[in-house]
Structure formats: structure tokens, C-alpha cells
């Protein structure tokens, strides 16, 4: 499974993005979205399963952004409104098989979008 990630940029706080993942590969997997900011550990952003029916959030998203997903496209997309200066990372899609929490449990992953967002 190749997964390309796209949709990050530049975006003043309180903006939008729509990051989204396009999969490439046999097989149902969950996806999950993680980031990183610079000197920071990578941690989970939010998931969803194959079918699009349960989906996970970090509490500190919850409301702000939606993980969603369309299999006739093989897409994944995360929209994230009222961004802050804290949203500023390396966003990266993962497909495993749990759409769990831990990036230990995702076995293929993207290689990264940048979103940065300005005070």
C-alpha cells in the first residue's frame, strides 16, 4: 500500500485546510491521521475504519476537525478549520488494520504534509 498525502500549506490562525491521502493497493485498512512539530513526538490526530462508520479524535481537535473518507476515490481527507499557531506540524496518513491510536499499529505511512499556521 503506497499512500500519498497532499493539502498542507500556509494559512493564517483561525483558517482552513483539507488535507487529504490517496491510497494506492489492495486491501481494507483504517486510516488514521498523526503529526509532528519540530522537536516533538509524533502523536495521533484522528482515524477512521475501512467503512467510514467509526471515527477517532485527540481531544484537542475535537470539533475543529473532520476525518472522512471515500473508497471509490481510495481517499482519505482530514478538514481542519479554526487552526491555531499549535496546529503547525508535519501532517502524515497511515493505513493498519485497528484505526487505533498508537502509530505502532498503522503499517504503511505517507510521507507528510506541511501545515503551518501564522499567528
Known amino acids: 500500500v503506497q499512500l500519498q498525502a497532499s493539502g498542507g500549506g500556509l494559512v493564517q490562525a483561525g483558517g482552513s485546510l483539507r488535507l487529504s491521502c490517496g491510497a494506492s493497493?489492495?486491501?481494507?485498512?483504517?486510516m488514521g491521521w498523526f503529526r509532528q512539530a519540530p522537536g516533538k513526538d509524533r502523536e495521533f490526530v484522528a482515524a477512521i475504519s475501512w467503512g467510514g462508520r467509526s471515527t477517532k479524535y485527540a481531544d484537542f481537535v475535537k470539533g475543529r476537525f473532520t476525518i472522512s473518507r471515500d473508497n471509490a476515490k481510495n481517499t482519505v481527507y482530514l478538514e481542519m478549520n479554526s487552526l491555531n499557531p499549535e496546529d503547525t506540524a508535519v501532517y502524515y496518513c497511515a493505513a493498519g488494520r485497528s484505526g487505533a491510536v498508537t502509530s505502532a499499529d498503522y503499517s504503511y505511512w505517507g510521507q507528510g504534509t506541511q501545515v503551518t499556521v501564522s499567528s
Open positions: 493497493g489492495r486491501g481494507l485498512y483504517a
